[in-house]
Nanobody, 120 residues
Framework: QVRLVESGGGLVQPGGSLRLSCAAS????????VGWYRQAPEKQRELVAV???????NYATSVKGRFTISRDDAKNMVYLQMNSLKPEDTAVYSC??????????????WGQGTQVTVSS
C-alpha cells in the first residue's frame, strides 16, 4: 500500500527555517510526481510545491524564493526546505504523490501531515 510519512515539523519563530522530510513507499517513486500541500484551519488545502519524476519544479507564488523542494530517488524521499518562514505559513503540511506503479492506475495520495507553526 502507498505510504507517505512526513517528519520535521515544529514550532519556529518568524524568519526561521525548517526542513520537512517525506518517506515514501508502496509505489514506484522514481516514476511518480511528488510534492507538498498545506492546509491551515478553515482554509482549503493548497499546493505548495511539486517536483516531477523528471525533476521539473513548480512552487506556489507565496513560497517562491523561500522554499526549496527536492527529491532523492535512491532513498524514496522528498524534502521541503523552508526558509524565511512567516506566520501565514502555519499549516499542516502533507506529502503528495500521484503514486505511479505497474500494478495499479495512478492515484493521488496525501500523507497524514506534519504541523508547522510559525509564531513568536
Amino acid at each position: 500500500q502507498v505510504r507517505l510519512v512526513e517528519s520535521g515539523g515544529g514550532l519556529v519563530q518568524p524568519g526561521g527555517s525548517l526542513r520537512l522530510s517525506c518517506a515514501a513507499s508502496g509505489f514506484i517513486f522514481s516514476m511518480s510526481n511528488v510534492g507538498w500541500y498545506r492546509q491551515a484551519p478553515e482554509k482549503q488545502r493548497e499546493l505548495v510545491a511539486v517536483i516531477s519524476s523528471g525533476g521539473h519544479i513548480n512552487y506556489a507564488t507565496s513560497v517562491k524564493g523561500r522554499f526549496t523542494i527536492s527529491r532523492d530517488d535512491a532513498k524514496n524521499m522528498v524534502y521541503l526546505q523552508m526558509n524565511s518562514l512567516k506566520p501565514e505559513d502555519t499549516a499542516v503540511y502533507s506529502c503528495y504523490t500521484d503514486a505511479r506503479s505497474t500494478w495499479k492506475a495512478p492515484t493521488d495520495y496525501w500523507g497524514q501531515g506534519t504541523q508547522v507553526t510559525v509564531s513568536s
